[in-house]
């Protein structure tokens, strides 16, 4: 019952974010695949801008699914708070435990989910010869999913000790931009280079070395982010 409460507080903004990617995707493949002949009427330096275009903007598109974490994260367990249904929710026969770690695990497949879409989309619009590679497929979805999977869990556990979805996003941001603060001045002042999540995206041309090592300790990041909610919830008075 509280996996399906779950999922009617969030489908809605899912729907929409799904609704985004197919968008971008119907775009690009129109583009690409020009169905109506308008494309091939353009002038030839026309064309190939638009058709390039929409290559890039594609890309970006898929690069940027892993801030949808943000949006969902902010729809976590600690809104229970912020809606005034918490004292009802927390006297139902199921631990804390159970609650948050079944509101984050519906979040986290959303997550992984508008992730592999993204993917897909892009490996079926790219329709070319290394499309069909397993590590065309594989390397973007552990590295977005990753990324994803970090930005939701932050913000999930910012909403959980604000016990506000507003104030949750704006902690998770705030936490992120001070962090990439804190790389810039240790890297360029001191020539001290800590890990940022964001250096995962470079591995996501062919060319470029894949290291399961970092996907590893950026995943066990984001549960120890989620451990430190758990300990929070836990101890909350309603």
């Known amino acids: 019952m509280y996996l399906w409460k779950?999922?009617?507080d969030t489908r809605s903004t899912f729907y929409v974010l799904v609704g985004a990617?197919?968008?971008?995707?119907a775009f690009a493949g129109y583009v690409a695949w020009d169905p109506f002949g308008w494309i091939a009427a353009k002038a030839?330096?026309?064309?190939?801008?638009?058709?390039?275009?929409?290559?890039?903007f594609?890309?970006?598109?898929?690069?940027?699914?892993?801030?949808?974490?943000?949006v969902l994260g902010a729809l976590g367990v600690g809104t229970e708070f912020e809606k005034g249904t918490a004292d009802f929710l927390l006297?139902?026969?199921?631990?804390r435990r159970y609650l948050l770690w079944t509101s984050w695990g519906l979040g986290a497949a959303q997550v992984v989910a508008l992730v592999l879409g993204s993917v897909i989309l892009r490996l079926v619009l790219a329709n070319s010869p290394g499309a069909?590679?397993?590590g065309a497929f594989l390397r973007p979805v552990a590295i977005l999913a990753t990324l994803a999977l970090l930005f939701y869990s932050v913000t999930y556990m910012m909403t959980?000790?604000?016990r506000n979805?507003?104030?949750?996003?704006?902690?998770?941001?705030?936490?992120?931009s001070g962090y990439t603060g804190l790389y810039m001045w240790l890297r360029f002042w001191y020539d001290i280079h800590i890990p940022v999540p964001w250096n995962l995206l470079p591995a996501l041309r062919s060319g470029e070395v894949f290291s399961i090592v970092p996907i590893a300790g950026w995943l066990t990041v984001a549960a120890a982010f989620m451990l430190i909610a758990q300990f929070r919830f836990e101890r909350q008075e309603v």
């Open 21 to 25: 990617i197919l968008a971008v995707g």
């Open 165 to 176: 979805s507003r104030h949750g996003t704006g902690l998770g941001l705030a936490a992120f």
């Open 132 to 134: 069909e590679d397993p």
């Open 58 to 70: 594609v890309t970006m598109a898929m690069q940027l699914v892993p801030v949808a974490g943000f």
């Open 91 to 95: 006297t139902r026969p199921r631990s």
């Open 160 to 162: 959980t000790l604000a």
């Open 6 to 8: 779950c999922w009617r």
């Open 44 to 56: 030839q330096d026309l064309r190939e801008l638009w058709e390039g275009s929409a290559g890039v």
